[in-house]
């Protein structure tokens, strides 16, 4: 090989990244873009994904900003067919849209359609996404998906609510079955599982110091990860370097997951959560309390 670097190359093919209107879907929007493809911004934010479009352009890349929602099929399969239209192809799927609707309520307390809110834009989101797009990969010879979990979809956490947790094990699990299924065919399906990050979603508790304080004790590292350190490996996953790898799930936490388990929160925490939602949400039911 004369140069490593050129498997990771992305020059003349299409990607589409959802959730793209802030966070981490806007570093996997212009790490792609940077690598050389061109690059369908998609989220329910018109204006916000339109300005992740336009600085992409400005900096000499390619992209468009297509308002989906991912709850619905009809939706996605109209960001695929508009990004078709005007790209000529979908090769690379990021599917990343997620949202966190029960935020920090204890599990006892999490009202149904929070639950249903979470599970419908995460899971039901991912699956609308990817079988959206799968139907132009299998017809045109391939593609590459990438689906977003979470280090809360390997094992349960105290801080991490349960919708959130179901909803990103059950995507690590729908990964391996659209492997399997479309692997034969041309279409490679891996997931990425990041850990603690800062996004629109996690500042509200990275901002708490006593929570922080928590996440940089339990991980190997020391510290929350930096968005740039995911795009190694998003590249990976969405490039020829990956060519090999189908059905996997690539955790990149800074070590959190490497402990065997971690302690409970401290009743400061407790009374933290407890204290930031509103109607007793966030307040543990305990032994001989009324219903």
Request: charged content about 15%; cysteine-free.
């Given at each position: 090989m004369d140069d490593p670097r050129a498997i990771f190359d992305l020059s003349g093919r299409v990607a589409v990244v959802t959730g793209a209107s802030?966070?981490?879907?806007?570093?996997?929007?212009?790490?792609?873009?940077?690598a050389g493809a061109s690059v369908a911004v998609a989220a329910r934010r018109r204006e916000r994904i339109e300005e992740v479009a336009a600085r992409i352009n400005d900096g000499g890349g390619r992209a468009i900003a297509v308002e989906c929602d991912v709850t619905d099929p009809d939706s996605t399969e109209a960001l695929m067919a508009t990004t078709v239209?005007?790209?000529g192809g979908v090769d690379i799927v990021v599917a990343n849209a997620g949202v966190v609707a029960e935020g920090a309520a204890v599990t006892e307390k999490v009202p149904l359609a929070l639950f249903e809110q979470t599970v419908a834009v995460n899971l039901a989101g991912t699956f609308n996404t990817c079988q959206a797009a799968s139907r132009r990969m299998l017809a045109g010879g391939g593609g590459v998906m990438i689906?977003?979990?979470?280090?809360?979809?390997?094992?349960a956490h105290f801080e991490?609510?349960?919708?959130?947790g179901a909803a990103k094990a059950a995507i690590i699990n729908m990964t391996q079955h659209m492997a399997l299924r479309w692997g034969s065919r041309g279409v490679r399906v891996n997931c990425l599982a990041p850990g603690w990050f800062p996004s629109e979603m996690t500042d509200f508790v990275l901002e708490m110091p006593i929570f922080k304080q928590?996440?940089?004790?339990?991980?190997?590292?020391?510290?929350?990860?930096?968005?740039?350190?995911?795009?190694?490996p998003l590249l990976l996953l969405a490039s020829d370097a990956g060519s090999y790898m189908t059905g996997s799930t690539l955790v990149v936490d800074g070590g959190t997951s490497a402990s065997l388990g971690e302690a409970p929160p401290s009743a400061e925490l407790v009374?933290?959560?407890?204290?930031?939602?509103p109607d007793g949400l966030g307040v543990p039911i305990m032994p001989g309390a009324d219903g």
């Open positions: 802030s966070g981490l879907g806007v570093t996997f929007a212009e790490a792609l873009a940077a239209e005007q790209f689906t977003l979990a979470s280090i809360a979809g390997l094992g991490i609510p349960v919708a959130y928590r996440l940089v004790d339990q991980t190997a590292l020391g510290r929350v990860g930096d968005p740039e350190e995911l795009v190694g009374e933290l959560f407890a204290g930031a939602l």
